[in-house]
């Protein structure tokens, strides 16, 4: 199975600055086909989760473009260019790219 | 509006069998992969499996072997999780979520259920 491993676990962050999740898989996640299918989804509290961004750098509609993705082969990130309240919450990457499908295991994103 | 509209929570006791739905509409059922994922109380998200209603192609986690059953009744475009004996450890928020696969899909979890809630306590 491909593991992705998110870092920081746990991420405090001063309203209307910056965040940066990082997202390292085990293997590439180069598909066959030339795509790479990374994802990351928010999951708010009590809340399902939501994709944010598909393939490495693309914003899922209605997703603000604060947020925004990058990365390649096995290291990605998600940016927030500034925090909002609303943003609080947990983010996941998720791999698509081989079965098993896998998940990060989630950045916590409070404000300080 | 793509929606999937998940089965209300369900409090069972080990040992006992539970089936629970997710009905999508708003879209064509029979062209997306539907997948559920658990959440364990204060946990992260894991991926348990996925089906694709046209032709019911289901492939599984091996981290849940032989423990659930996912299928899917493209008539009522409604996708199903299944348990045949529970465990304590089965407690837990089940999402569905939809899923574009193939070379021209974007390969990501677009949309998601609100969530089942199974509890299983003696």
């Known amino acids: 199975d491909i593991v992705m491993t998110q870092t920081p676990l746990s991420s405090p962050v001063t309203l209307g600055q910056p965040a940066s999740i990082s997202c390292r898989s085990s293997q590439s996640l180069v598909h066959s086909n030339g795509n790479t299918y990374l994802s990351w989804l928010q999951q708010r509290p009590g809340q399902p989760p939501r994709l944010l961004i598909y393939k490495i750098s693309n914003r899922f509609s209605g997703v603000p473009d604060r947020f925004s993705g990058s990365g390649a082969g096995t290291d990605f990130t998600l940016k927030i260019s500034r925090v909002e309240a609303e943003d609080v919450g947990v983010y996941y990457c998720m791999q698509a790219t081989q079965f098993p499908y896998t998940f990060g295991q989630g950045t916590k994103l409070e404000i300080k | 509006e793509v929606q999937l509209v998940q089965s209300g929570a369900e409090v069972k006791k080990p040992g006992e069998s539970l089936k629970i739905s997710c009905k999508g509409s708003?879209?064509?059922?029979?062209?997306?992969?539907i997948g559920w994922v658990r959440q364990m109380p204060g946990k992260g998200l894991e991926w348990m499996g996925i089906?694709?209603?046209?032709?019911?192609?289901?492939r599984y986690s091996p981290s849940f072997p032989g423990q659930v059953t996912i299928s899917a009744d493209k008539s009522i475009s409604t996708a199903y999780l299944q348990w045949s004996s529970l465990k304590a450890s089965d407690t837990a928020m089940y999402y569905c979520?939809?899923?574009?696969?193939?070379?021209?899909?974007?390969?990501?979890?677009?949309?998601w259920g609100q969530g089942t809630l199974v509890t299983v306590s003696s």
């Open positions: 089906i694709y209603p046209g032709d019911s192609d289901t």
């Open positions: 708003g879209y064509s059922f029979t062209n997306y992969w």
């Open positions: 979520a939809r899923f574009k696969g193939g070379n021209s899909g974007d390969c990501s979890f677009d949309y």
